[in-house]
T-cell receptor
């Protein structure tokens, strides 16, 4: 158990709909990262937050948005869903300071299926 | 362009045998290199983190090597077990950016 909690574990929805994925980082970790992993694909970086502020942005679509709340949990909002958005969405957290030296702890992922 | 390439894409070995996975990268400047193990449908778990000055690091039956001059790393698995069946992902870090390889899928058969 990494200490990173993601909900829901599975989600099935229809095209055009909107969903929200939630992530609670490990206690004490200030950084939250979101990744998308499509079938048989590598992990694609979406966005990073550090202590409530957006820190880095990857290949995140305009239909997607995220935020990190004062209690440090984060939500990833996916709207106008398309079939191609079906994927595993992982959240990872990292202890301070922000930057590339901290260990990344991954949650178990949220599997999104768009029908 | 910063890239991380892994080979082979997939590998099948007999239980008890050794294997070596490769990672070549073009990421610059280099901060550190990590190897992760990802079981099917699960989140990746860290195996090793190596900095520029480290050329070998072990974690049990896993040994990672790094040649920062040629920008190559390898992950050697000794005396494989069925539980080693997973995807192994090489990640190269520069600054605050993490660059992920697409992974090597390892299957260990009895």
């Amino acid at each position: 158990d990494s200490g990173v909690t993601q909900t829901p574990k599975h989600l099935i929805t229809a095209t055009g709909q909107r969903v929200t994925l939630r992530c609670s980082p490990r206690s004490g970790d200030l950084s939250v990262y979101w990744y998308q992993q499509s079938l048989d694909q590598g992990l694609q970086f979406l966005i990073q937050y550090y202590n409530g502020e957006e820190r880095a942005k990857g290949n995140i679509l305009e239909r997607f948005s995220a935020q990190q709340f004062p209690d440090l949990h984060s939500e990833l909002n996916l709207s106008s869903l398309e079939l191609g958005d079906s994927a595993l969405y992982f959240c990872a957290s990292s202890p301070p300071p922000a930057g590339g030296w901290g260990e990344l702890f991954f949650g178990e992922g949220s599997r999104l299926t768009v029908l | 362009k910063n890239q991380v390439e892994q080979s082979p894409q997939s590998l099948i070995i007999l239980e008890g045998k050794n294997c070596t996975l490769q990672c070549n990268y073009t990421v610059s400047p280099f901060s550190n290199l990590r190897w992760y193990k990802q079981d099917t449908g699960r989140g990746p778990v860290s195996l090793t983190i190596m900095t520029f000055s480290e050329n070998t690091k072990s974690n049990g039956r896993y040994t990672a090597t790094l040649d920062a001059d040629t920008k190559q790393s390898s992950l050697h698995i000794t005396a494989s077990q069925l539980s080693d069946s997973a995807s192994y992902i090489c990640v190269v870090v520069t600054g605050n950016q993490f660059y992920f390889g697409t992974g090597t899928s390892l299957t260990v058969i009895p």
